[in-house]
């Protein structure tokens, strides 16, 4: 017979949906047009009851996670959103390198770039302008898992990474079951990708990303000697400009941003 505090210890560790589903009302909040969204509209992002979404929604703003707007219409985050992420650190070098420089380089990029390291077989958005860019099409990237083989970000970093991370990488990959499992298992593409893409000098999606279809995306490797630690992009709307424009006016300027960023963090580490 097992103990209470065994009993006790065991049911701690259960899921607290209340606390799930509201995690999961704040993240499509946080997706929407400046933040901003209807019961009606979240319950059809998120599939929760409207009615339990409204109830959400009320204890989230008792406590000012959201407020209110449009006359009790609809719901915007709220300042204490802002608040808990005061507490998280990320990598020093993100936040101390690569953020100060991706804001600088807006203004000439114009369009929006992330910045991302592996995680899991994924590429995890770490930085971003979109929110700053005048020409996203989104407005929150950071956190969103991309994917390794038909992104830009991912090809950059696979093709630039140390060897050893890149096979355990595409062994963690050829595990799944998906379409990108299927993609990992063939080896001559994969061979293809990254002998194309350090032929060219940076990595090139076009469209490839099924969820993105319709953005064209370069992305060069953040590098710590010879080997990527990360990726940088910029994201353009395919009908906005040929291959040659982006080759030409673009493809300079995100190069020397991924090699300040490089630089800083190779300088950072010397420190």
Known sequence: MKSSTAIDDASSYREVRGLTRGLAVLRALNEMPGGI???????????????????????????????????????????????????????????????????????????????????????????????????????????????????????????????????????????????????????????RIIRETRKRGYAMNRGEWASEASVIAIAFPILVGHHAIGAINLVLQRNAMSEREIAIRYVPLLRTLAEKISAGVASSTRG
């Open 37 to 191: 969204g209807t019961v009606a509209g979240l319950a059809r992002t998120t599939g929760i009851h409207r009615t339990t979404v409204k109830r959400l929604l009320e204890t989230l703003r008792a406590e000012g996670f959201v407020h209110q707007k449009d006359e009790g219409t609809s719901y915007s985050l709220g300042f204490e959103v802002r608040r808990l992420s005061e507490g998280y650190v990320a990598a020093d070098w993100i936040d101390q390198v690569a953020a100060p420089a991706m804001r600088e380089h807006l203004r000439a990029l114009s369009w929006p770039s992330d910045l991302a390291t592996p995680d899991g077989g994924f590429m995890i958005v770490r930085e971003s302008t979109h929110r700053a860019s005048l020409l996203s099409q989104h407005r929150a990237t950071i956190g969103i898992r991309v994917p390794m083989l038909v992104s830009s970000l991912g090809r950059a970093w696979l093709s630039w990474c140390a060897e050893e991370e890149r096979e355990a990488t595409l062994a963690l990959l050829r595990s799944r079951t998906d379409s990108i499992g299927k993609m990992a298992h063939d080896s001559e593409y994969v061979k």
